[in-house]
């Protein structure tokens, strides 16, 4: 069956990603093969966004919750007095790096044969993009009644920097109605 996944995925790749549907089925693809594979904890952002596009709650996979309590330890952390601002800032982009995602997608596909390594830099750009369009309608609900009440991607705040524009902005909505947000890269 890995071979058929890895299949499909290349062929997929060859022709392009250029909307959301070839990104979800992109997605959708690698974790059907963290599935066939042993499971590993060497793809922990590309994990968590494979299941984010599937679910809305992300509590089965442990590689999947794991993300969610990263970020549930931070802020709990911050809010008791016992962490720093920065740690929230550093757990959110170990989660939710679009940088990371690349990274491990492409040691995803020099791993398994999958030719991640081909696309383009707009492409790639593209594929971001069209990722954030699906999960912005999709907040993640927490599971745990900790301090995290929900976690979302947004485009309400954009600004230029010297990259290139902002993407999208992380939100997290916290159990006593206040947010914290801050951008993606």
Not at 41 to 63: E, G, I, K, M
Not at 145 to 156: E, K, P, Q, S, Y
Request: glycine share 8%; proline share 3%.
């Amino acid at each position: 069956m890995k071979n058929e996944i890895v299949l499909k995925l290349n062929r997929h790749l060859a022709s392009g990603i250029q909307n959301e549907a070839e990104v979800q089925y992109t997605l959708t693809q690698v974790r059907k093969l963290f599935e066939v594979v042993p499971p590993t904890d060497s793809y922990p952002v590309l994990a968590f966004y494979c299941d984010w596009v599937l679910h809305a709650r992300l509590d089965r996979q442990h590689w999947a919750k794991n993300g969610l309590q990263i970020l549930e330890a931070a802020v709990t952390g911050f809010e008791s007095g016992n962490g720093p601002s920065e740690g929230v800032l550093r757990a959110v982009n170990s989660v939710l790096s679009f940088q990371q995602l690349h990274s491990e997608l492409l040691k995803f596909g020099k791993e398994f044969g999958v030719a991640f390594d081909q696309l383009s830099y707009e492409t790639w750009r593209a594929f971001g993009a069209s990722l954030i369009d699906i999960l912005i309608g999709c907040p993640l609900e927490a599971t745990s009644t900790g301090a995290v009440r929900r976690l979302a991607l947004t485009r309400d705040f954009t600004f230029m920097h010297v990259g290139g524009q902002t993407l999208a902005f992380w939100k997290i909505d916290l159990q006593d109605g206040r947010s914290m947000f801050g951008p993606i890269f």
